[in-house]
């Protein structure tokens, strides 16, 4: 037995066994509930592994069994669920609207931030504000923080100036640019950006947790969270506590 | 070990790898089957990209156009600058200075492509921005800028060893008969090199059309026919900027774009010529 293939059979058990892993309860699913949900795991005692994902493949993971509780940034479609999952409502990620810490604007209206959107200013002093070049940032097509912002302020189908790929990329186009404004969740704002009150308008979305009936893993976990103890630790880690339950 | 073992193993390896990069391409054509059928060549020719419009849309025309004239220009301004960089460097003898170009070389060839885009989204793009007085950095002439300093350190690299290798006599011969070192290397070493020069160009190509990270940071992100000033999105970016939140018909076209990179990068691995 040579050298050669002892190399590409410890290969094969490397690439074999990382898949194994031990028997803790997975939590898989969308990134923006990631951070809130460590805090969750950490207060109930640990034990869960906490995975990406996206809310897309969380319905998929938890149907298949690879996940105990899915997470879900969006509306779930009735079509997702069918009749074996159990989706219920925890918390609400309110949205912000934001500029450059040196801001064009102080103060916008749902209306003007609509008319901004769908292209109808060119300058700031068209709304009262500096002289300086309208500039809009938006999300890729199919981000849940797109939707629930373009829904809420009627501007399906618009284009804007720029298209950021992710809240990461959207908070550096913003912070870097003294003409932008643009929409993030509200726990991702940092001192780089200037919040912009927006007059009648409620930016939020729900978050959901999803799991198969029946499962009283998951479903000890969910009545964890929405315990008093929880609910603080939402508000820690910038999301509201949902009023609704299943 | 003797020579029949050594190439059966090869061999052995080969199918090795080439099951799973077969299997991989078949995974991919059946991901993106449902939009090749469905949408057809409105794919390639259609000019509007709303995935999550109503009705959705999925023209990548404007998308093909960026990455096409984006990996053009980026390639021509990077064989410029690795020739005027030849000229200097050519057939001189390797003195610190060479060494130290070349060290620097192969240092920034080695920068991981978010390092590069970081300092442009944070200081390139606001420094355009301010020096144009346009109302944003990020546009395709900062995509092309940047995917030019990505592979400049390595086709420079490739061009000047290619350089390295030509017999002596070429320099020396010509140098000897009174020609002027800059005609030596532009009008003896450069063309010798050709080949090497057009593999060295194929493979930079290659990497420009798949490089994601880069143009998906500092282009701007929004679906627009390419003008050097205009925010512009690259296939590649639509892919790795998209596929994440991607389902159904969304999915397949991205796995159908993916498919169209390959394509646009198939030069860089059949193009390539023997040794002159």
């Known amino acids: 037995m040579g050298k050669g293939l002892k190399i590409c059979l410890l290969t094969a058990a490397v690439v074999f066994l990382t898949g194994c892993g031990g028997e803790q309860p997975v939590i898989s699913g ?19 592994e906490i995975q990406g994902g996206g809310s897309s493949a ?15 940034s969006r509306d779930p479609l009735p079509e997702e669920l069918g009749t074996d999952l159990v989706c219920a409502p925890v918390a609400y990620d309110p949205l912000v609207v934001v500029t450059a810490a040196d801001s064009p604007i102080s103060f916008l209206t749902k209306d003007s931030l609509r008319d901004l959107y769908l292209g109808k200013y060119s300058s700031w002093d068209q709304l009262g504000g500096a002289s300086r070049p309208v500039v809009t940032v938006g999300r890729e097509a199919g981000s849940g923080t797109k939707d629930t912002f373009e829904s809420a302020v009627g501007c399906h189908g618009s284009c804007p100036t720029l298209t950021a790929m992710g809240s990461g990329m959207a908070r ?8 932008a404004i643009g929409y993030i969740s509200a726990w991702q704002a940092d001192e780089t950006l200037t919040m912009i009150p927006i007059d009648g308008c409620d930016l939020r979305r729900t978050l959901y947790f999803i799991w198969r009936k029946g499962d009283e893993t998951a479903q000890s976990f969910y009545d964890f969270v929405r315990t008093p103890k929880g609910a603080q630790l939402l508000a820690q880690a910038g999301l509201l506590p949902a009023e609704e339950s299943i | 070990m003797n020579r029949f073992r050594f190439t059966s193993r090869c061999r052995l390896a080969a199918v090795l790898f080439l099951v799973p990069a077969v299997l991989a391409l078949l995974l991919l054509f059946e991901g993106a089957f449902p939009a090749l ?8 020719l259609g000019t509007h990209w709303a ?13 093909i156009c960026t990455t096409v004239a984006g990996g053009g220009c980026s390639l021509l301004l990077a064989y410029g600058c690795s020739v005027l960089i030849a000229l200097w460097a050519g057939g001189r003898k390797p003195t610190r200075r060479w060494a130290s170009l070349h060290f620097l070389l192969e240092v920034s060839a080695a920068v991981p492509s978010v390092v590069w885009s970081y300092f442009f989204l944070t200081a390139v793009a606001p420094a355009i921005q301010s020096a144009t007085g346009l109302p944003v ?22 061009l000047l060893s290619a350089l390295d290798r030509l017999p002596e006599d070429l ?7 009174g020609v002027p070192r800059l005609t030596v290397v532009s009008a003896l070493l450069l063309p010798a090199a050709r080949g090497e020069l057009r593999t060295a160009l194929l493979l930079s190509f290659g990497r420009i059309i798949g490089e994601t990270t880069a143009v998906l940071m500092v282009s701007g992100g929004t679906v627009s026919f390419p003008s050097f000033f205009a925010p512009v999105r690259f296939l590649s970016a639509a892919i790795g900027g998209e596929l994440p939140y991607a389902t159904g018909l969304h999915q397949s076209a991205l796995l159908a774009a993916a498919v169209l990179l390959l394509i646009l990068a198939l030069p860089a691995a059949f193009g390539k010529e023997g040794r002159p």
């Open chain 1, 172 to 179: 550096l186009m913003i912070a870097g640019n003294k003409n």
């Open chain 2, 171 to 177: 320099t020396m011969g010509g140098l000897a008969l």
């Open chain 1, 30 to 48: 969308s990134a923006s509930m990631i951070p809130a949900v460590r805090l969750l795991c950490a207060a109930a005692g640990g034990g869960w």
């Open chain 2, 137 to 158: 950095g990020t546009h395709f002439l900062t995509a092309i800028l940047l995917l030019t300093v990505m592979v400049l350190p390595s086709l420079t690299s490739l």
């Open chain 1, 58 to 72: 969380a319905v998929a993971d938890v149907r298949e069994g690879r996940s105990t509780i899915g997470l879900m």
């Open chain 2, 51 to 63: 995935p999550d419009g109503d009705p959705a849309a999925f023209g990548m025309l404007p998308m």
């Open chain 2, 37 to 44: 059928t469905q949408e057809g060549i409105r794919l390639i």
